[in-house]
């Protein structure tokens, strides 16, 4: 398959279905940075140690780096995303499969922002390669479950470990500083929760970056009439165009969702900002580094309510998270149902 950027471009222009799933995927991405992005500023912005349009400008620039070194120097989350279905040897079909996962993903994406409630993409896209192939296999025949089963892992990694990091690292800074004097202290969690903010921006561009590079990369293959992408080498230029993507999504804002976040959830202070940040963004890298595949938003969620526990169990508003967990729980069943429907109607009109 050519993976040159010429014949990209040439494709994109003279071969409609290459146009509508570049179309899809980079609308996806957008919206992946518009409503989920935020979520790694939002402690940041809600401690008051940034502004909110430097501290989205900031994370827009690192969500572009993250996609594009962590990729380059380690991709498996990228593959785990590409082999997790098997839409059949049909690349017809199978682009109208892919078509159809990401419809759902910008469907249900969008009307979960406009509540201000966050979203978890990653579930959304696994959610949607799933509803679409047991459409085009009409069971789970399609389903690759040694690559699914890593979803699983991901989620029990991403609420364990980013609420009991959470808590060890803000438990951890409130013995070393308790004697310290509280204006220094606050001056220097300022700076580090700056670095913070921007460690997990990195890692979330890193995280689901990867995850939307490994589904374009899988419609060119389709597009190639190649039903596999095994073992092919993701060239540079599709890196800088998801990361850029992904950088000018989260430049649009998602200040709704960084209320919800950083602001009503838990109220924070700085240094339990800079704690929420340096856990998430840790767990986010352990993710990245063995191939598995989680939810950014879950992982800085649960690394605020362990930071917020430190001090009380009551400083967390489980209204709030109540929301986000009707949300999250909806995701896999909504998004999959979204995308069988439409996979469905796709076959029968295409």
């Known amino acids: 398959m050519d993976l040159t950027f010429s014949y990209f471009i040439q494709e994109v222009f003279s071969n409609p279905a290459?146009?509508?799933?570049?179309?899809?995927?980079?609308?996806?991405?957008?919206?992946?940075?518009?409503?989920?992005?935020?979520?790694?500023?939002?402690?940041?912005?809600?401690?008051?140690?940034?502004?909110?349009?430097?501290?989205?400008?900031?994370?827009?620039?690192?969500?572009?780096?993250?996609?594009?070194?962590?990729?380059q120097i380690n991709s498996s989350v990228a593959a785990t995303?590409?082999?997790?279905?098997?839409?059949?040897?049909?690349?017809q079909d199978a682009m109208i499969g892919l078509c159809a996962a990401l419809f759902s993903i910008v469907v249900y994406s969008a009307a979960a922002a406009q509540f201000g409630i966050p979203t978890s993409e990653s579930h959304s896209l696994i959610a949607g390669l799933s509803g679409a192939a047991i459409a085009m296999h009409n069971g789970i025949d399609g389903i690759n479950m040694a690559e699914w089963v890593k979803v699983l892992y991901g989620l029990v990694l991403s609420l364990v470990l980013g609420f009991a990091i959470g808590w060890i690292i803000c438990k951890a800074v409130t013995v070393i500083c308790a004697n310290m004097d509280r204006g220094k202290t606050n001056r220097f969690f300022r700076g580090a929760q700056i670095v913070g903010a921007a460690a997990m921006s990195f890692m979330h561009g890193a995280q689901d970056g990867q995850k939307f590079i490994g589904v374009l990369f899988l419609g060119m293959a389709f597009c190639n009439g190649q039903s596999s992408v095994t073992g092919m080498v993701i060239p540079v230029w599709l890196m800088i165009l998801c990361s850029a993507t992904i950088g000018i999504g989260t430049s649009v804002g998602g200040e709704k969702i960084i209320k919800s976040m950083g602001m009503d959830m838990v109220k924070l202070e700085k240094y339990q900002?800079?704690?929420?940040?340096?856990?998430?963004?840790?767990?986010?890298?352990?993710?990245?580094?063995f191939g598995i595949p989680v939810s950014t938003t879950h992982t800085k969620t649960t690394a605020i309510m362990g930071v917020g526990a430190v001090k009380r169990v009551s400083a967390i508003n489980f209204g709030v998270v109540k929301d986000m967990m009707l949300t999250w729980v909806f995701t896999f069943p909504g998004c999959g149902l979204i995308s069988y429907v439409m996979a469905k109607i796709f076959m029968n009109i295409f």
């Not at 912005?45 to 070194?69: C, Q, Y």
């Open 273 to 289: 900002g800079f704690s929420a940040d340096l856990a998430a963004a840790g767990c986010l890298l352990l993710s990245s580094v």
């Open 18 to 71: 290459m146009l509508v799933t570049v179309a899809l995927t980079l609308g996806v991405i957008f919206v992946n940075g518009w409503t989920d992005a935020p979520n790694a500023i939002a402690t940041c912005i809600g401690t008051r140690s940034m502004r909110v349009r430097p501290a989205i400008l900031t994370s827009a620039l690192f969500n572009f780096l993250g996609v594009l070194i962590m990729t």
């Open 81 to 91: 995303i590409s082999n997790m279905v098997d839409f059949g040897d049909n690349t």
